[in-house]
């Protein structure tokens, strides 16, 4: 198979054509891109950023929770290695409600060997992405570049970049975030709402050591998640009220430190934050239909969940191993990637769990922030119930591995 190249500057091609085009080079895009590509997929990558700015600190300063299922996909698919031990394994889990003794703890010994997931700065996840894109010959990476037409026809996809070139491929996938030009263009309807909260976060630095735990502890305003990184180090998700959040966001540090122990205990000695404080809106959005003549969305172009259970790179990245694995064993028996048939058994694949985590994800937020006393009751006896159910406490623990349903083989740990 002829290997894609990028063009020489003395004479750029005009025309570049691949058996797949993803558009956007994010934490979506590019596991897609390398996943296919992996399968000797022609496949591009067409992203506005420069990759120099997205591997910078202050383009990204968060962290993310890869689950076990998940490390699995980026495993089997050559990204994982590059990440190293940059990964803090997270072995417990503590869910806590406010004030309450009543807790749930969830230990991985239960479930096996394995740990639940693993904390990973995005930007250490970047640097493993695009590690693996120089090993790939059958994958380009065009950024920065602006595309300014996308004509998708009954034969294939037609992209037009802003230096002239043509892109054409038989499917285009939109991993271009929760904004989505591609989905507007489909004219793919959106469901939804914006939550009255905003979420702050960032890292920071503890006296003790996690062990490894990862803590969920739920007040009034929303969900303050305690995330072990690797060191004596935390990242730190804080659901704040939207009313609340900028003046949080604009206390000195001094100021800023006391909020934050008052919310984060100290059981872990003395915290301090350390680098920068990032904050953006939180809101649910879930796509009618996931696909259109020869396109697919996934990650953020198809869902948004509020980050309550550190689920939402999660469930894109099963949007990926389920729509790469039908992509490439359509191409092998000779079949068109882009068709119609294909695309729908990707949608049908993907709705039972995007729809399932979407409304658990919104319910338990709802659940869970505010401070009434019957529903505080009511919250606080179901933790405890499921404390003392070890049947149904195992199905939630391998639900928070990704493990559970009819899975791809890449979450499986199999080679595409």
Request: aromatic residues 6%; glycine residues 10%; hydrophobic residues 45%.
């Amino acid at each position: 198979m002829a290997k894609l190249r990028a063009p020489s500057e003395a004479g750029a091609v005009a025309r570049l054509d691949a058996d797949i085009v993803v558009l956007g080079g994010g934490l979506a895009g590019l596991p897609c891109a390398i996943a296919c590509a992996g399968a000797q997929l022609r496949t591009i990558v067409i992203d506005r950023e420069p990759p120099g700015h997205q591997l910078a600190e202050p383009f990204d300063g968060r962290s993310s929770a890869i689950a076990y299922g998940s490390q699995r996909v980026l495993d089997s698919i050559g990204v994982w290695r590059h990440v190293g031990r940059d990964a803090q394994p997270i072995l417990d889990i503590r869910v806590a409600d406010q004030g309450s003794p009543l807790f749930l703890h969830y230990d991985h010994r239960e479930v096996g060997d394995r740990p639940f997931g693993w904390i990973v700065e995005n930007r250490v996840l970047r640097q493993a992405l695009f590690r693996r894109i120089a090993e790939l010959g059958d994958l380009l990476h065009l950024a920065p570049v602006e595309p300014v037409r996308c004509d998708r026809e009954p034969a294939g996809v037609e992209i037009e970049l802003a230096d002239g070139r043509l892109v054409r491929a038989p499917l285009v996938v939109a991993a271009d975030g929760r904004n989505s030009a591609l989905r507007r263009a489909a004219g793919i309807r959106t469901f939804g709402t914006d939550y009255p909260q905003h979420a702050i976060s960032g890292t920071v630095t503890h006296e003790k050591p996690h062990h490894g735990v990862a803590v969920e502890h739920f007040l009034p305003a929303g969900p303050f998640a305690i995330l072990p990184m690797t060191g004596n180090r935390s990242s730190i998700v804080w659901t704040e009220r939207a009313a609340s959040a900028p003046a949080m966001l604009d206390l000195d540090r001094p100021a800023f430190d006391r909020e934050v122990t008052r919310r984060f205990g100290d059981f872990l000695g003395r915290v301090e934050w350390v680098g920068p404080r990032w904050s953006y809106p939180l809101q649910v959005l879930y796509a009618e239909r996931v696909i259109d003549r020869r396109l697919a969305l996934v990650g953020d172009a198809a869902h948004v969940i509020h980050p309550i259970a550190g689920q939402g790179l999660n469930l894109g990245i099963r949007d990926i191993a389920a729509l790469a694995e039908l992509v490439v064993d359509a191409h092998r028996l000779g079949l068109d990637p882009g068709a119609a048939d294909v695309l729908d058994q990707y949608q049908r694949w993907r709705r039972v769990d995007t729809l399932a985590l979407t409304a658990v994800t919104d319910g338990l937020n709802r659940l869970f922030s505010n401070d009434l006393g019957p529903l505080k009751l009511a919250r606080d006896l179901g933790l405890a119930l499921v404390q003392r159910a070890p049947p149904l406490k195992r199905l939630f623990m391998q639900h928070a591995m990704g493990v559970v349903g009819a899975l791809p083989r890449l979450v499986r740990g199999e080679a595409l």
